[in-house]
């Protein structure tokens, strides 16, 4: 089957860096997604990885490591309007390429 | 260029009840995917159709269905409803569903089921 594993929260100040991480077991990997999630909204695209490296956009980053099965979402200088669940999610090539999403990470950004 | 739509936004159900929620993609997306969101549990996948046909199906027992039609618009249904099934329920389009490297998946802003 497959599984995704991220931190259910983390807390981090206005202006700061913030990582997400995210380790995913799946038979057949596309790729690893990033979402994000306001409080009662949709979530929305942030970032797509299929090869290992750094994929940069704006204050974001996501890296992808295949040969660790791991991810992560770095938040840059950081803003209250960043307060929001962060979703990682695989593409699994075995399940039709279906999307599979972690639990999602809450991050609160504090003054 | 408009986004997904789901209608409606909220519903109340009773116990035993059954439900449609329905799902308009994004003009010239083909893919429409259902996932079931509450808390703690993330987004779990439901279903995904193409083409009209169901290309996908996540762990749901069958009083969940979904069909879609000829003009990529989507349907879900949840008969005999029950307490659990209370959850926001969201709609996801794609152009293509999400195959090799095309993972953009646009999500609506969901459907909010209470059932009492």
């Known amino acids: 089957g497959q599984s995704l594993e991220q931190p259910s929260e983390v807390t981090a100040v206005e202006g700061a860096i913030v990582q997400i991480n995210c380790t995913y077991q799946t038979s057949g990997f596309y790729g690893l997604s990033w979402y994000q999630q306001h409080d009662g909204g949709a979530p929305t695209f942030l970032s797509y990885n299929a090869l290992d490296g750094l994929e940069e956009t704006g204050r974001f980053s996501s890296f992808l490591s295949r040969s660790d099965s791991y991810g992560y979402l770095l938040l840059q200088e950081l803003q209250m309007k960043d307060s929001a669940s962060y979703f990682c999610a695989v593409e699994d090539y075995n399940q039709g390429g279906k999307l599979i999403f972690g639990q999602g990470t809450e991050l609160s950004v504090k003054p | 260029k408009a986004g997904v739509t789901q209608t409606p936004r909220y519903l109340i159900k009773t116990r035993g009840q059954q439900v449609t929620l329905s799902c308009s993609p994004i003009?010239?997306?083909?893919?429409v995917s259902w996932y079931q969101q509450t808390p703690g549990q993330g987004l779990q996948f439901l279903f995904e159709y193409f083409s009209e046909t169901q290309r996908n199906k996540g762990n749901f027992p069958g009083r969940f269905s979904g069909r879609q039609f000829s003009n990529s618009r989507s349907e879900m249904n949840v008969s005999t409803l029950e307490l659990g099934d209370s959850a926001l329920y969201l709609c996801?389009?794609?152009?293509?569903?999400?195959?090799?490297?095309?993972?953009?998946?646009?999500f609506g802003q969901g459907t909010r089921l209470t059932v009492v």
């Open positions: 003009s010239g997306h083909r893919s």
């Open positions: 996801a389009s794609s152009p293509t569903g999400g195959r090799r490297g095309t993972t953009e998946a646009f």
